[in-house]
């Protein structure tokens, strides 16, 4: 198994693009995250880019808007390796945003849990 990584490759990045995400994306509900994700091409090898998105609204304090984004992004890191692996297989690129919509903070176990339920929820919908 390779080390997880997340490089920049597999950020989402560009207004454009995330725009194309939001609106015509598919999304999936995962209390307290959503999950919004379109099957496209994307100028990259990787099998997926992602963006993690926490707004001001729910977190007011910076502090905490960017531990859950920091939180957010170690646990895709850790449990990205199956999704990909599905997604090169069937020959697919994906592009997530996951959005967190909560007001309070969760913990690093909470938030793997409810990442993977959301990317599971999702793969097997629209994947």
Request: charged letters at 35%.
């Given at each position: 198994?390779?080390?997880p990584t997340f490089r920049k490759h597999e950020r989402l990045c560009g207004r454009l693009r995330i725009q194309e995400v939001v609106t015509q994306g598919r999304s999936v509900h995962e209390k307290p995250f959503k999950l919004v994700g379109r099957i496209m091409p994307l100028p990259t090898v990787a099998a997926a880019q992602v963006a993690f998105a926490v707004p001001k609204r729910n977190l007011k304090l910076a502090v905490d808007r960017n531990r859950m984004k920091r939180l957010m992004r170690e646990a895709y890191r850790l449990n990205k390796h199956g999704y990909l692996e599905r997604l090169e297989a069937s020959g697919k690129q994906c592009a997530w945003l996951f959005v967190y919509q909560a007001r309070t903070t969760l913990t690093l176990a909470e938030t793997q849990q409810r990442i993977t339920r959301?990317?599971?929820r999702w793969m097997k919908e629209h994947g």
């Open positions: 198994m390779a080390r959301a990317l599971d």
